[in-house]
């Protein structure tokens, strides 16, 4: 494989196979159309007409990737929704395919109870279960024997992406209306507001029939989602972000064979062309970029190596020469522990990943001396190829390959574990004449550093334009792309 090939696979990481799984999971969420506008008459008709299966199509730009099962029961409890997904997706020429499979148990209002969720692709796979118990979500993730355990607390009642619809829609809106609902995304361990409204009524084909519906929109994030409901209250047609569409059909077509190659490359869609070309990137001391498209305070633009004034952003490469000595780079870390901590995916407390660690540096080392050893293991160790799951730092050390979030979770691991704060950001990149999607790190050396284990940078190059720190925050990239603009003004 090339050194440009290699180069680019390592931009496409997990975000959007969130985005798939979260968009999807709210758009295939319409199945009932009450009648009623009141909260008893509404469970009622919910109750009366709630069994329900359907299949669709999973559409990129008009070609077959994949397909969509869904069931929606009633039970003596409230409801049972399982739902299985199958896509194959194009990243910069490899082809990959991902499952995943939600159950969830709702209550009579539609509120969640509790679920599993799994998501599966070549050499990886995430599992996660949670219960509602009052006003905490307790979940477990990992596999038998060695699941962590996460409380999350939540003031307002909590759905599942697949339940917010059928609670609007029994509500029987009128065009105009809407209603935010607070989401628990599995996928992301995360709760996101998402906004939905009735816009109007149109006549679409569907399976060789016309049939009028009504057209729903789905905001998450600023990310627009549309779905149609027929006149008995079933999901007709979807189109998200992407060039994704969900179309209903048998069940017969919907298991038909996948095409081999799926032609759209979701890397090269949601890349941004640069208006220049950038000439020996590991040299530049600053960068300076007209940055449109992004609503004010939405994102990490401001800190650090960043400054913004308006729209205009200047990245400046770091020194690692003049750090602050050891004590007083403690002294001011004192109020950031946090991110010395073990998480569930980056788990700095793992006994294979501390005998790694202490492989690699040695107790005599500076801060500075083992963060470059920790980031050139990575880099020389771990195969670069994309990965659709969700980045686990244990197993990408097990199984040595992964794209830039698998690298960016390990090495925050690996430093973590050396004693070394670390956090994961993410952002876009500078290759061949466009900005790609990317993750890396900030490792806390005195100061907060910037480095790239993908491509063995320390510190990292001025084209890594970080939006988002913390791998929680990687979700929030979802409502910028397809919006945002950059103009590279001047690079020296």
Not at 14 to 19: K, P, R, S, V
Not at 189 to 204: D, G, H, N, S
Not at 329 to 356: N, R
Not at 359 to 375: Q, T
């Amino acid at each position: 494989m090339s050194f440009h090939k290699i180069k680019l696979n390592w931009m496409i990481g997990i975000l959007f196979t969130l985005t798939f799984v979260f968009l999807m999971a709210i758009r295939l969420g319409i199945l009932q159309k009450g009648k009623n506008d009141h909260g008893g008459d509404r469970i009622s008709n919910i109750q009366a007409q709630m069994d329900r299966e359907i299949w669709m199509n999973i559409l990129q730009q008009g070609q077959k990737i994949g397909y969509v099962h869904r069931q929606f029961l009633k039970t003596d409890e409230g409801y049972e929704t399982l739902e299985s997904v199958f896509m194959r997706i194009n990243t910069l020429g490899m082809v990959q395919d991902v499952r995943f499979r939600t159950t969830g148990y709702l209550k009579h209002d539609l509120t969640l109870s509790s679920f599993d969720f799994e998501l599966q692709s070549s050499l990886f796979r995430f599992k996660v279960q949670g219960a509602v118990s009052g006003k905490i979500l307790i979940l477990f993730m990992g596999a038998p024997g060695s699941q962590k355990k996460i409380e999350i607390p939540f003031e307002r009642d909590i759905f599942l992406p697949a339940g917010i619809l059928e609670a609007f829609v029994n509500q029987n809106p009128k065009p105009g209306e809407s209603r935010t609902f607070h989401v628990f995304d599995p996928a992301t361990i995360a709760q996101r507001p998402v906004k939905v409204k009735i816009m109007t009524e149109e006549e679409i084909s569907v399976m060789g029939y016309k049939e009028k519906a009504k057209k729903v929109s789905v905001d998450f994030m600023g990310a627009p989602q549309f779905a149609w409901i027929g006149r008995d209250g079933t999901v007709l047609k979807e189109e998200g972000s992407l060039g994704i569409k969900l179309e209903q059909v048998a069940r017969e077509e919907a298991l038909q064979k996948v095409a081999y190659m799926p032609g759209s490359d979701i890397a090269e869609i949601v890349s941004l062309p640069a208006n220049r070309i950038l000439y020996r990137v590991d040299q530049l001391k600053e960068l300076k970029v007209k940055v449109n498209g992004i609503e004010e305070g939405g994102l990490f633009l401001e800190g650090d190596r960043q400054s913004l004034e308006g729209n205009i952003l200047t990245i400046r490469k770091e020194s690692v020469s003049h750090l602050p000595p050891r004590r007083k780079a403690e002294k001011m870390f004192s109020e950031k522990k946090t991110h010395l901590e073990s998480s569930p995916f980056i788990q700095s407390d793992h006994p294979e990943i501390k005998a790694k660690v202490k492989e690699i540096i040695s107790p005599m080392d500076s801060d500075v001396i083992k963060a470059k050893k920790l980031v050139s293991w990575v880099h020389n160790n771990i195969q670069k190829r994309p990965v659709l799951s969700i980045p686990n730092a244990l197993e990408t050390l097990q199984n040595r390959v992964g794209d830039c979030n698998e690298h960016a979770v390990l090495l925050a691991a690996m430093t973590r574990a050396s004693g070394i704060p670390a956090q994961v950001e993410a952002g876009l990149v500078y290759q061949r004449g466009r900005f790609y999607y990317h993750a890396w790190n900030v490792l806390y050396l005195g100061t907060w550093i910037t480095v790239d284990s993908v491509m063995g940078q320390f510190p990292a190059d001025v084209t890594h334009i970080r939006f988002v720190r913390g791998t929680e925050r990687q979700v929030d990239l979802i409502g910028i792309i397809g919006k945002v603009r950059l103009e590279i003004l001047s690079a020296s």
